[in-house]
């Protein structure tokens, strides 16, 4: 079963940056793409980056293209989102996803048999 926890948000001053954290456990990743989404207060879920597992292609939201960079550690199970130039528009709560056999650009679309994790709060000050 697979298991991810998120961490690292916090709050931040425009213009900051911020690394989050997604532990991924239960089982083997190979063949897995992984994900980051964001849910604001009174909006829908939406996709932000992904990669496959193998760190081979890269797929990102326009909102965040140039500053938001996605990443991996192999050795240590856990998923990476870098986030620079933050602005109060990325307020939101960060989940990290995975989901077995697709490209990353397919995370962008709602999709069934997604793990998900418990969320982590980021807040951008103006």
């Known amino acids: 079963q697979v298991q991810l926890v998120e961490s690292g948000g916090g709050l931040v001053q425009a213009g900051g940056s911020l690394r989050l954290s997604c532990r991924a456990s239960?089982?083997?990743?190979?063949?897995?793409?992984m994900g980051w989404f964001r849910q604001a207060p009174g909006k829908e879920r939406e996709f932000v980056a992904a990669?496959?597992?193998?760190?081979?292609?890269?797929y990102y939201a326009d909102s965040v293209k140039g500053r938001f960079t996605i990443s991996r550690d192999n050795a240590k199970d856990t998923m990476y989102l870098q986030m620079n130039s933050l602005k109060p528009e990325d307020t939101a709560v960060y989940y990290c996803?995975?989901?077995?056999?697709?490209?990353?650009?397919?995370?962008?679309?709602?999709?069934?048999?997604?793990?998900w994790g418990q969320g982590t709060q980021v807040t951008v000050s103006s």
């Open positions: 996803a995975a989901q077995w056999g697709v490209a990353p650009a397919a995370l962008a679309f709602p999709g069934q048999q997604r793990s």
């Open positions: 239960g089982r083997t990743f190979t063949g897995y793409t």
């Open positions: 990669m496959r597992w193998s760190g081979e292609s890269t």
